[in-house]
Nanobody, 123 residues
Framework: QVQLVESGGGLVQAGASLTLSCAAS????????MGWFRQAPGKERELIAA????????YYADSVKGRFTISREIAESTMYLQMNSLKPEDTAVYFC????????????????RGQGTQVTVSS
């Protein structure tokens, strides 16, 4: 069992930056691929970024490529999502997820998921 706790969400204006963090409870989480999903009201869940257990390679959805950066501190079992140039369409609940297979994560599958953190971007 891996518990995931997200933090760092909030309300910001368009163009601002936020950094989300995800802390994993189990030491074994360091062997999992990690990623971020987001879900806006009335929209499908979207995988926006993912990273392998070793810290690379990475995946970004076209909607965030060039603006968001995913990273992880393996020793601390913590993952980050640096979000720059935020847009109103980035408004969503952001979930931290893990899967023991990176390819499965890219297929929108996960073993464990956090409770989510709200990001709201005003225009």
């Amino acid at each position: 069992q891996v518990q995931l706790v997200e933090s760092g969400g909030g309300l910001v204006q368009a163009g601002a930056s936020l950094t989300l963090s995800c802390a994993a409870s189990a030491r074994t989480a360091s062997r999992y691929a990690m990623g971020w999903f987001r879900q806006a009201p009335g929209k499908e869940r979207e995988l926006i970024a993912a990273i392998t257990w070793s810290g690379g390679p990475t995946y970004y959805a076209d909607s965030v490529k060039g603006r968001f950066t995913i990273s992880r501190e393996i020793a601390e079992s913590t993952m980050y999502l640096q979000m720059n140039s935020l847009k109103p369409e980035d408004t969503a609940v952001y979930f931290c997820v893990v899967h023991n297979q990176y390819d499965s994560l890219l297929r929108n599958l996960y073993n464990f998921r956090g409770q989510g953190t709200q990001v709201t971007v005003s225009s």
